[in-house]
T-cell receptor
Framework: DVKVTQSSRYLVKRTGEKVFLECVQD?????MFWYRQDPGLGLRLIYFSYDVKMKEKGDIPEGYSVSREKKERFSLILESASTNQTSMYLC?????????????FGPGTRLTVL | GNSVTQMEGPVTLSEEAFLTINCTYTATGYPSLFWYVQYPGEGLQLLLKATKADDKGSNKGFEATYRKETTSFHLEKGSVQVSDSAVYFC??????????FGQGTRLTINP
């Protein structure tokens, strides 16, 4: 069964802290994604990676960075957390194949920045 | 640019009622269209998809038809159940791999 896991379901951090959100997939997918989900705004793409060590900015990359050192793992980094980064963060993965391109999502990490 | 607009929620229905959640899109070319569902406490999962005009996607009693002339992909189900309570997202595929999501519609079904 397809699985995407995220390191924490809930996280509370303080303003200015460096925050790491980890995502692991076991499907050997080439593509991995980080989104944030906010009420009334749906999901917005932060960063996208189509291969190891490759990354591409999404629609809202400001204040975030990512790391993909291994195919199965994609990390989202908040260099200096701010209160406006309080949100639900969702990781997803997919094959690069244009036909079998369904994105599979993790359960999400609800981050609160105080 | 590419965008997706869904009907405002929340939507509350009684069990066995007919469901429609409206979705319209703006895009260049012919994007693939998707409905994803998010059950309480879970991530999103694909509900159905359609890749070209007049295609009908279906799954778990839900259906949606890709209407190019009205740029719509409305989600329908003939008889909803309590277990259908969730948040529903319409999305289109932008470029080779990326998705653009609507704002989501929260559906609550009362017994």
């Amino acid at each position: 069964d397809v699985k995407v896991t995220q390191s924490s379901r809930y996280l509370v951090k303080r303003t200015g802290e460096k925050v790491f959100l980890e995502c692991v997939q076991d499907m050997d997918h080439e593509n991995m994604f980080w989104y944030r989900q906010d009420p009334g705004l749906g999901l917005r793409l932060i960063y996208f990676s189509y291969d190891v060590k490759m990354k591409e900015k999404g629609d809202i990359p400001e204040g975030y960075s990512v790391s993909r050192e291994k195919k199965e793992r994609f990390s989202l980094i908040l260099e200096s957390a701010s209160t406006n980064q309080t949100s639900m963060y969702l990781c997803a993965s997919s094959r690069r194949d244009r036909v079998s391109d369904t994105q599979y999502f993790g359960p999400g990490t609800r981050l609160t920045v105080l | 640019g590419n965008s997706v607009t869904q009907m405002e929620g929340p939507v509350t229905l009684s069990e066995e009622a007919f469901l429609t959640i409206n979705c319209t899109y703006t895009a260049t070319g012919y994007p693939s269209l998707f409905w994803y569902v998010q059950y309480p406490g879970e991530g999103l999962q694909l509900l159905l998809k359609a890749t070209k005009a007049d295609d009908k996607g279906s799954n778990k009693g839900f259906e949606a038809t890709y209407r190019k002339e009205t740029t719509s992909f409305h989600l329908e189900k003939g008889s909803v159940q309590v277990s259908d309570s969730a948040v529903y997202f319409c999305a289109l595929k932008r470029g080779a791999q990326k998705l653009v999501f609507g704002q989501g519609t929260r559906l609550t079904i009362n017994p």
